[in-house]
């Protein structure tokens, strides 16, 4: 009883609040028309922070700020879509090169984390596979890497209880 008392003192997450990564969609906006990505695989957009080093008078280690932050992102979908062969197809032939939104949306009814929406702004493809196959393989995909110039978070994950006192 001892260890389930220092367990519950603690309080710790219950392991049904942890959000299934499967549980996910996404979709894009180009030029005004929204696309379901039920064929997406997978995503990873993250920020980078770029720092400067501060020398700080008085002290020997040098401090750092923050000068610039840049988004990019990887997704990998099943290759069933002309739409980014599209956009690279305009951008070589035409020299039109296409921006878009994407948002994603995290909810895993078992937890009570709740639901989470972001929107990638102004994504933009650095690159993707134009042709492929694999006589031993699978499936076609593609991996495309991306940058985006901003985001918002209409959704956010609650605070589950226990977080805060």
Request: net charge negative; charged share 30%; with cysteine.
């Amino acid at each position: 009883m001892a260890d389930a008392a220092v367990i519950n003192a603690v309080e710790t997450m219950l392991a049904k609040d942890v959000v299934s990564s499967k549980m996910a969609m996404a979709y894009i906006t180009v030029n005004g028309n929204r696309y379901k990505l039920f064929q997406a695989v997978s995503l990873e957009a993250k920020l980078d922070k770029e720092k400067k080093e501060v020398a700080i008078l008085g002290r020997m280690q040098k401090g750092n700020k923050a000068t610039s932050v840049k988004g990019s992102g990887k997704l990998k979908i099943y290759k069933n879509t002309p739409l980014f062969d599209e956009m690279m197809e305009k951008l070589t032939n035409e020299g039109v090169d296409t921006y878009f939104d994407m948002q994603v949306s995290n909810s895993d009814p078992t937890s009570d984390a709740g639901r989470r929406t972001i929107t990638l702004l102004n994504c933009n493809i650095d690159s993707s596979t134009i042709a492929a196959f694999d006589a031993d393989g699978d499936w076609l995909t593609d991996d495309i890497d991306f940058t985006f110039e901003g985001f918002k978070i209409p959704e956010n994950f609650k605070i589950l209880d226990g977080m805060t006192k």
